[in-house]
């Protein structure tokens, strides 16, 4: 047995948390949205590389929201234009004009129901996966502020745990609300998080994301590479089989 790991999965109302879940756990996909309304706990077994590793799996339910962050919320946009390369100039700001509408949003109750992380213990987990839809700029400034309370409430000392961020919905591509690259740019080099998208509806990379995440976790002892460089390769080479 290679041990537990422990992984959280959070993000606005809606996005489809449980549904990435499911499809990776039974490859089924709800047609009809049920609001989750408490924490559920998931605890599969997989195969990765020869070993077995338990596997449980929080989906974030709703809990009470903080005060909006101080600062606009267009300045990590900002910075990770500034990275990128000037043929994807105009994405990045677009990406940032959504972030700033998204933010603008926030104090109408567009973070309404997000999570209460110290009451839920998620400073002990070994990994997080922040779910947004790639059509709702409200709930990419969800997964902004998710990300800050993480980091905010680990432990001094404690390891740093991967964090992947997963626009959900790619089967809605043609509606969403800023290019695949530029969100990509920001949450790599403004965030050092790890980026991909998914469509839980089609199953189109669900089984790719937990792939990616459980190489991450096991990935993490080395400690000469950033955790974001670490994500982007660790897939290739890897078998990874639900139990």
Known sequence: MGGTLRVA???????????????????????????????????????LNGA??????SDGGPGPAPAPAAGPAAAPAAA?????????????SAAASAATSAASSAGDGGLQELPDLKDWSLQDMDAFVLVYDICS????????????????NRPAGAPEAPIIVV?????????????????????????KCGYMECSAKYNWHVVLLFRELLSSILARGCKHSHPAIRLQGALHPNRCSLM
Do not use: C, M
């Open 9 to 47: 999965v959070l993000g606005a109302p809606g996005v489809g948390k449980t549904a990435i879940i499911r499809q990776f756990l039974y490859g089924d996909f709800p047609e009809r949205h049920r609001p989750t309304a408490a924490r559920r706990l998931y605890r599969p077994a997989v195969l």
């Open 52 to 57: 077995v590793y338990d596997l449980s799996i």
């Open 80 to 92: 990770a234009a500034s990275a990128a390369s000037s043929s994807s100039a105009s994405a990045s």
């Open 137 to 152: 700029p409200d709930s990419f400034d969800y997964v902004k502020v998710l990300r800050q309370q993480i980091a905010e």
């Open 167 to 191: 626009g959900n919905k790619r089967d809605q591509q043609r509606q969403r609300f800023s290019p695949r690259r530029a969100l990509a740019v920001l949450v790599k080099k403004s965030w």
